[in-house]
């Protein structure tokens, strides 16, 4: 009798050796509001048996109060330090998938620590697609200006250098959330196990 391996076990599969080879490492998906980092993160943690975090909401929790309280009652400055501890204690609390806030990579500091402990793929994309979907909420302080799309346009333009030098690239877009995971899925297979994750090959200039 020929042996078949049916997609689900096959993607079963990937998922368990992703997970050896993460060994106590997390995931961290870094990139723009609106890029889809928390709602790409939850299921990449539930395909992958690992705990999910989020940095925002735990900066909320350590705080007591809401991001756009924070930015006004304390300034940007002290959300950014309070953002840098918060990732720090994230990173040394166990292998998980962790969202981080747009602007938590600018800091050197945690790109480093990000660099030591974990995997990191930037969720990239187009700026359209951030404006359409960030206009859906009002809760982001840095937006409260008076030409949002341009002070996307400049924060695009000053973050993606960092962003870059995330591991992985996957582009974030209007397609079924399973979709964006599935290549989350195949990048981390390529870059941790040998197998061929696409945008690995793309980032080393390797034809597939
Ligand atoms: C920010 C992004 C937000 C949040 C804060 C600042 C940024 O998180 O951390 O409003 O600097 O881009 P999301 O990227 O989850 O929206």
Known sequence: MTETTSPANASATQEAEIAAALGARSIVLVGMMGA???????????????????????????????????FESRGEPDFRDGEARVIARLLDSGSAVLATGGGALMRKETRDRIRTKAISIWLKA??????????????????????PAAT????????????????????SRDVPHEKIVDECIEALHGFLCGGRGKETHDRMGVTP
Request: proline residues 5%; without cysteine; hydrophobic residues 40%.
């Open 36 to 70: 889809g980092k928390s709602t790409i993160g939850r299921r990449l943690s539930a395909r992958l048996g690992m705990p999910f975090l989020d940095a925002d909401a735990e900066i909320e929790a350590a705080a007591g109060m809401s991001i756009p309280d924070i």
């Open 152 to 171: 996307i346009g400049r924060l695009i333009g000053e973050r993606e250098p960092v962003y870059q030098q995330a591991d992985l690239t996957v582009w």
């Open 126 to 147: 187009d700026i359209d697609i951030i404006m359409r979907r960030v206009k859906r909420r009002s809760d982001r302080p840095l937006l409260q200006t008076a030409d």
